[in-house]
């Protein structure tokens, strides 16, 4: 089966793509094979991209705004498909997460999600049903929605009993899974499973903090460039230790794994609701931007070491800040840090893979989160469910599926791109 994956993440860098073929192993159903077919970014135009920054929080947006955001995202995840399908042949369908515009959280709980990009116009585009709207269902039976990434790095990273791994991704929001691995000694393993190799029950997930949202919302306030490339401007700056100390008491940090949060919590005006407009007004912008690399750092390493990884792999727009990344290895040390590139996963593509695989399970009626030893999943949701919603609802009905692709799936294996 051919999905093609979308994925437009907080920092609205891009639009992530991923033509996979799905297959599985006929000697071992468990396992599913996905050849790579094109793995990419598109560039988000500067007019819907622009429109989406002015309507994010902590701006005002009523409901106007959105419904023709809703559109106008629509037919650029619409454009983008139909290029790559042109371009690298046809798919059995398209999965797309769309935009997050709303993640309400209220006291570690999550009361509901908002991702927007119209999916009739994709389907308009392209001819190919699209399934969307991958976190509600999730929402809806208890959990948080988010994050998603756990499945894909448990089937890609979780059978090796040698490693515990840390999968990090940092985007605008840095989140981070923990799979594979041995039980430590003394440690009683989460799901109250028994002792020995770690299984899909003992995953711990969740959003840890910023990534490069805060970065990026102080460089556009001050400058209106989009982020601080290479931390050009970072670098010159020295960290605020008064400034660091009074972001890093934000409760969020305290909250328990699994935990969620978006842009309604790590907004535009949140180091001045935090610091007061005194102290930002002091801060210059290469030292603010320099304290804001070392929060999002300390806060990784911190969540990373309370979890007793061996390794971390990382992958997102953050990784690829050199400063960010000089800074986060120090504070793993002597935790290593590998790109996910390095183990043959495509960073710039993963998130869109797992939108890929997403579709995949949702076509086939396969729960796309975790089940715990306790029956619950990894996002805290009373049971897994199946994600996403189908564009047009019978677009699937001439799929004939092989029996084999309704089995739970245990490992996945990658097939690149030559």
């Known amino acids: 089966m051919r999905v093609l994956g979308m994925m437009s993440g907080t920092s609205l860098d891009g639009i992530d793509v991923v033509l996979a073929e799905f297959s599985r192993d006929a000697a071992e159903p468990g396992t599913a094979r996905a050849h790579l077919l094109h793995v990419g970014e598109q560039p988000w135009a500067d007019a819907p991209r622009d429109a989406l920054r002015a309507a994010l929080p902590p701006a005002a947006a009523d409901a106007g705004t959105w419904s023709r955001l809703h559109a106008a995202v629509g037919d650029a995840f619409a454009e983008v498909a139909a290029r790559v399908l042109a371009e690298h042949g046809g798919a059995d369908l398209v999965a797309t997460h769309g935009q997050t515009v709303y993640h309400d959280v209220r006291d570690g709980r999550v009361l509901s999600t908002l991702q927007i990009g119209d999916p009739s116009r994709i389907v308009r585009a392209t001819g190919v049903p699209v399934l969307s709207d991958l976190r509600s269902a999730d929402v809806a039976?208890?959990?948080?929605?988010?994050?998603?990434?756990?499945?894909?790095?448990?089937?890609?990273?979780?059978?090796?009993?040698?490693?515990?791994?840390?999968?990090?991704?940092?985007?605008?929001?840095?989140?981070?899974s923990l799979v594979g691995g041995a039980e430590p000694p003394g440690r009683h393993p989460v799901g109250g499973t028994s002792a020995g190799e770690m299984t899909a029950a003992d995953v711990v997930a969740g959003d840890v903090g910023p990534g490069n949202a805060l970065l990026d919302a102080a460089v556009h306030a001050a400058t209106g460039d989009s982020a601080d490339h290479d931390a050009a401007r970072a670098r010159t700056g020295t960290v605020d230790p008064e400034a660091l100390r009074t972001l890093l008491s934000d409760p969020f940090y305290a909250r328990p794994l699994p935990r969620s949060t978006g842009r309604e919590h790590f907004d535009g005006a949140y180091v001045r609701r935090l610091l007061g407009d005194e102290v930002v007004a002091a801060l210059s912008l290469p030292d603010l931007l320099a304290t804001l690399t070392e929060l999002t750092a300390v806060t990784i390493a911190r969540a990373i070491r309370e979890l007793g990884a061996t390794r971390v792999v990382g992958s997102g727009g953050g990784v690829r800040n050199p400063l960010l990344r000089e800074r986060l290895a120090a504070h793993l040390d002597p935790v290593p840090l590998l790109d996910a590139d390095a183990l043959g996963i495509p960073a710039d593509g993963k998130e869109a893979l797992l939108i890929a695989l997403l579709g995949y399970l949702g076509a086939h009626g396969l729960p796309g989160t975790?089940?715990?030893?306790?029956?619950?999943?990894?996002?805290?949701?009373?049971?897994?469910?199946?994600?996403?919603?189908?564009?047009?609802?019978?677009?699937l009905r001439a799929l004939r599926t092989p029996s084999a692709d309704a089995l739970p799936l245990t490992r996945l294996e990658l097939a690149t791109p030559q």
């Open 141 to 176: 039976a208890g959990g948080q929605g988010a994050p998603l990434a756990p499945l894909l790095d448990q089937l890609l990273l979780g059978a090796d009993p040698r490693e515990r791994t840390a999968v990090l991704n940092i985007g605008g929001i840095s989140n981070v």
């Open 370 to 395: 975790l089940a715990r030893a306790d029956g619950t999943a990894h996002t805290g949701a009373t049971t897994p469910v199946v994600l996403g919603s189908l564009t047009p609802p019978h677009g």
